[in-house]
């Protein structure tokens, strides 16, 4: 243990050393700019040519720039938000198959997902069986137009059930801009 802590503080004195050295860079930067020293232009010169003014068109562009950004920042701080609220509510599910096994539902779960892609997918436990439904009916004719195409896709057992179902609603919530910031 003590021979750890004795190479590991070598190690860190040796490293500590290593930045101290010189590489021999700093005389050739000290005859550099005595060189350079010697072609300077004294900061009273450009002092007495400066004029602030000759700059204020730029400064006008940056502040109108700065200000079309302000705008287009706030106009969209003021846009509107969706958000979906959903509820439950007595519908009707197109129901595809129904197994007792659990691999097998999970299985026409996968196929349903790849040929019905339009459609909510749910996977019901109703013991003992597992039953594959889709879709999210308010009306038994809404689910019924619906069961054609199920049944041409090649779920031919497919059939209509009375289900609990999902509502979903789009909501505009308005975003009011804060006190102050106007």
């Known amino acids: 243990m003590k021979y750890l802590a004795l190479t590991m503080a070598g190690f860190a004195a040796l490293f500590m050393l290593s930045g101290c050295g010189s590489s021999g860079e700093t005389s050739r930067n000290a005859a550099a700019s005595s060189d350079q020293q010697e072609h300077r232009v004294p900061l009273s010169l450009y002092e007495k040519t400066f004029n602030p003014s000759d700059y204020d068109v730029e400064i006008t562009e940056v502040q109108r720039q700065h200000k079309i950004e302000e705008d287009r920042a706030a106009a969209e701080r003021q846009r509107d938000s969706i958000v979906v609220e959903s509820s439950f509510t007595?519908?009707?599910?197109?129901?595809?198959?129904?197994?007792?096994?659990?691999?097998?539902?999970?299985?026409?779960?996968m196929t349903a997902?790849?040929?019905?892609?339009?459609?909510?997918?749910?996977?019901?436990?109703?013991?003992?069986?597992?039953?594959?439904?889709?879709?999210d009916f308010v009306t038994r004719a809404d689910a019924n137009q619906r069961l054609a195409t199920v049944i041409a896709q090649g779920f031919a057992d497919a059939w209509v059930v009375g289900d609990r179902i999902v509502q979903r609603k789009l909501i505009r919530v308005p975003i009011h801009p804060s006190p102050g910031k106007e």
């Open 90 to 109: 007595q519908g009707y599910r197109i129901q595809i198959f129904a197994t007792g096994n659990i691999d097998e539902a999970n299985a026409m779960r």
């Open 113 to 135: 997902l790849q040929r019905l892609t339009e459609d909510s997918l749910y996977v019901v436990y109703d013991p003992p069986n597992y039953k594959i439904r889709i879709g």
